[in-house]
């Protein structure tokens, strides 16, 4: 029977000489590395997702300010222009008034309609309003609106002659057409009436 302990024979070699064995590391299976790589790509995802979310809300944030901002442009675009018209507005009332309270004197409710007048055109002339001439003038659809034509033999046909209401222009645009009356070609002479 041999004891479970024997102690090999020696070969002559020296422990740890002769044949060396390379050190082995353990590698990474291909598994190993793929699964690190999606870990690592899902990690990246969720930053940029979180970033994504984050501009979006950002972007809505924006765009309802933004919305709220223009709603109130449009809302209050004309409180310049009516800040400066209510006075006017109260001159009419004080010239209404000074008719009502007794004033016998018609040319001076006159000169003050006048002098209200002239304030409204210096507003509407600060706002870019300027009138147009029309008297004299051919027709033209883009500033006319013809309410009817009256035969005359003393004016090219298609010319206007006579201003109903003044035309308006802001800046090049125009804001109210001139109601006119347009002259027509004269009734042609009947030949047994001359």
Do not use: C, W
């Not at 870990?39 to 309802?64: C, G, M, P, T």
């Amino acid at each position: 029977m041999q004891e479970q302990n024997e102690i090999p024979e020696d070969s002559g070699e020296e422990p740890g000489k002769g044949e060396e064995v390379p050190l082995q590391l353990p590698e990474l299976s291909d598994v190993d590395m793929l699964s690190s790589k999606v870990q690592e790509l899902e990690s990246a995802v969720a930053v940029f997702k979180d970033q994504l979310l984050r501009k979006a809300a950002e972007f809505d944030n924006y765009k309802r300010r933004v919305e709220g901002e223009s709603a109130n442009l449009v809302r209050f675009a004309n409180e310049d222009l009516i800040a400066k018209i209510i006075p006017v507005l109260d001159d009419l009332e004080r010239s209404i008034k000074s008719g009502r309270g007794g004033t016998n004197d018609p040319a001076t409710l006159v000169r003050g309609i006048e002098l209200i007048a002239g304030k409204f055109r210096k507003i509407l002339d600060g706002a870019g309003v300027r009138e147009f001439e029309s008297v004299g003038h051919p027709f033209d659809p883009e500033f006319h609106d013809a309410l009817l034509q009256v035969p005359s033999a003393g004016a090219v046909p298609g010319t206007v002659l006579e201003e109903i209401e003044k035309g308006y222009m802001m800046h090049d645009r125009v804001i109210r057409h001139a109601r006119v009356i347009v002259a027509a070609e004269p009734p042609a002479a009947e030949p047994g009436n001359e």
